[in-house]
T-cell receptor, first 114, second 114 residues
Framework: GESVGLHLPTLSVQEGDNSIINCAYS??????FIWYKQESGKGPQFIID?????DKRQGQRVTVLLNKTVKHLSLQIAATQPGDSAVYFC?????????????FGTGTLLAVQP | NAGVTQTPKFQVLKTGQSMTLQCAQD?????MYWYRQDPGMGLRLIYY???????DKGEVPNGYNVSRLNKREFSLRLESAAPSQTSVYFC?????????????FGPGTRLTVL
């Protein structure tokens, strides 16, 4: 979900469980979406992307679901590991323009309990 | 390949001082970006450069200037630093020729303005 002010929404899961991180995006014209992972003290790192002509895409242990009707994006992580602990951001690319401009959500903190 | 590199990693300035943040990428990308990230928030676009020789304002350009020195390098300048510019600054690059491309991020510069 989206956060307000300084407090990130936090998802706490047990190691080995599946995690689902949600994101509501703002622009119905956006045609490309990305999930990034940001570990403490580092820059964001690409996880998976999806185009608006798809509703599901799978990677290694991750799945992204796109529901354009309600402008909702989710990231599913299977068999969550301690190394998955990080802040996860969704980003959208509004359609058009000559360059790939991304609009980022405020992030969700995933805390994996051993 | 080093990817996206940023210097310095940390910087403390006094109000009114100026400084330039440096960014370089070795992936032959056309587009480069500067973002700022404040505590508990997502990344906000300051300026971007779709290609060598062009720059455009992003969401929060006030108080900043940029220079696309060549295809590899994109610098961000604070002419007169203010406490409100205390933040973590990330540079990113991407192949902006097509819309569907991820951006690659540097490790960030942590700036404190006293």
């Amino acid at each position: 979900g989206e956060s307000v002010g300084l407090h990130l929404p936090t998802l706490s899961v047990q190691e080995g469980d599946n995690s689902i991180i949600n994101c509501a995006y703002s622009n119905s014209a956006s045609d490309y979406f990305i999930w990034y992972k940001q570990e403490s003290g580092k820059g964001p790192q690409f996880i998976i992307d999806i185009r608006s002509n798809m509703d599901k895409r799978q990677g290694q242990r991750v799945t992204v679901l796109l529901n354009k009707t309600v402008k909702h994006l989710s990231l599913q992580i299977a068999a969550t590991q301690p190394g998955d602990s990080a802040v996860y951001f969704c980003a959208e690319n509004p359609r058009g323009g000559a360059t790939n401009k991304l609009i980022f959500g405020t992030g969700t903190l995933l805390a994996v309990q051993p | 390949n080093a990817g996206v590199t940023q210097t310095p990693k940390f910087q403390v300035l006094k109000t009114g001082q100026s400084m330039t943040l440096q960014c370089a990428q070795d992936m032959n990308h056309n587009s480069m970006y500067w973002y700022r990230q404040d505590p508990g928030m997502g990344l906000r676009l300051i300026y971007y450069s779709a290609s060598e020789g062009t720059t455009d304002k992003g969401e929060v350009p006030n108080g900043y200037n940029v220079s696309r020195l060549n295809k590899r390098e994109f610098s961000l300048r604070l002419e007169s630093a203010a406490p409100s510019q205390t933040s973590v600054y990330f540079c990113a690059s991407g192949n902006g020729v097509r819309s569907y491309n991820e951006q690659f991020f540097g490790p960030g510069t942590r700036l404190t303005v006293l």
